[in-house]
């Protein structure tokens, strides 16, 4: 597990999107690597001896509110629980960091998986991207 700071860390982070995502959905770059994919983002990779084959990204909202996002694992290591691990990983890097509440914005095949881990949908808040319908979703951290 690593929180990824460096850029060669992060690059583990962006391997992982592009073969899971990009690949597989047929997203283009820029759609999939927005603003919020920056420097100071702050991403966890899980790596399988040096390959990245998980990760989540992390970032302020508010002083309150933190982003999760882009949280993938490769498909030959899905339900192996690294999302579940990727995820409780960053809940606890943004409690360190001061957040209060973790926001995902989840695709609706996935609201199970995040309401597992504590997190509340807001169907009211339904979000329709370029290449997802999401729903908004939140849970208190600590």
Known sequence: MIRATRTAEQAGAYYVRIQAMARKHRIPLDVEFDEHDTPQTKYVVIVDDFLPVATCRLYAIDDAHVMLGRIVVLPEYRHRGLGTTVVREAEQWAMELGYQV???????????????????????????GETFTCFRMEKKLG
């Open 102 to 128: 973790a926001v995902v914005e989840s695709r609706d095949n996935k609201i199970p998986f995040y309401e597992a881990l504590g997190y509340v949908a807001d169907y009211s808040r339904k979000i329709v």
